[in-house]
């Protein structure tokens, strides 16, 4: 089954890394308490979208595979850029040759619709009532999935569930780092599928489907 992904706030699948992600909270994770921290805005529907306060000018997202205590454990990172106008509006420095985006009345995207390798791929995006977004349905030529977001009481991402008819896949986000601005700038991605969904043919469990762990670094410049 061939998968195109259309990431609006992506944690990419990655290869597993022994222990579980408990570990990983209890040894590495800077918690910061609600009271005490200071937050900017969003100024933008496409802040949002991508989960950035303040004014920003350009954003870095890195990520790769991680170890429990949030040590990259491969060279090769994965890497997206954006840059944001004057008007707050993103543009990915990677742009596709074939890519059609749609907004509503309020500047926020609904709809994406790409041509990649031939391969027709279209994700639709609804939001809660604080403007996040809630859920994007995936549709390819032989794969269609839905992805729910959760958020916590600082529409901060604390997990997401996506499922097709076939499989299902939950990721957890814990934030490691931020910056001054309130942005995380460091978080664990915990990805899981479920093995009552992911059987191969003969009934067995694939053995890929682990519990993996995943590192996301930002690097936000601000205007």
Request: aromatic share 6%; glycine share 4%.
């Amino acid at each position: 089954m061939k998968r195109i992904a259309i990431a609006c706030m992506a944690a990419s699948l990655l290869t597993a890394c022994g222990q579980s992600a408990d570990n990983a909270t209890e040894q590495n994770v800077k918690q910061t308490t609600t009271d005490s921290l200071q937050m900017d805005k969003f100024e933008s529907a496409d802040g949002r979208f991508l989960d950035v306060r303040g004014k920003v000018a350009k954003l870095v997202v890195k990520s790769t595979d991680c170890d429990t205590l949030g040590n990259p454990t491969v060279e090769d990172w994965s890497v997206k850029i954006y840059t944001f106008d004057k008007h707050g509006i993103a543009s990915r420095m990677e742009k596709y040759s074939d890519e059609k985006i749609t907004r509503d009345l309020k500047g926020r995207i609904t709809k994406v619709e790409r041509l990649i390798d031939g391969y027709k791929t279209r994700v639709e995006y609804t939001y809660n009532k604080q403007n996040m977004v809630k859920s994007a349905t995936t549709q390819t030529e032989d794969w269609n999935g839905t992805k729910i977001y959760h958020y916590n009481e600082l529409q901060e991402l604390v997990s997401s569930v996506e499922e097709s008819e076939d499989s299902k896949e939950v990721e957890t986000f814990t934030i490691l780092d931020r910056d001054d601005h309130g942005n995380w700038t460091k978080r664990l991605v915990v990805t899981s599928n479920d093995s009552d969904l992911n059987e191969d043919a003969e009934g067995e469990d694939n053995e890929d489907d682990e519990e993996t762990l995943g590192l996301e670094v930002r690097e936000i410049t601000y205007k």
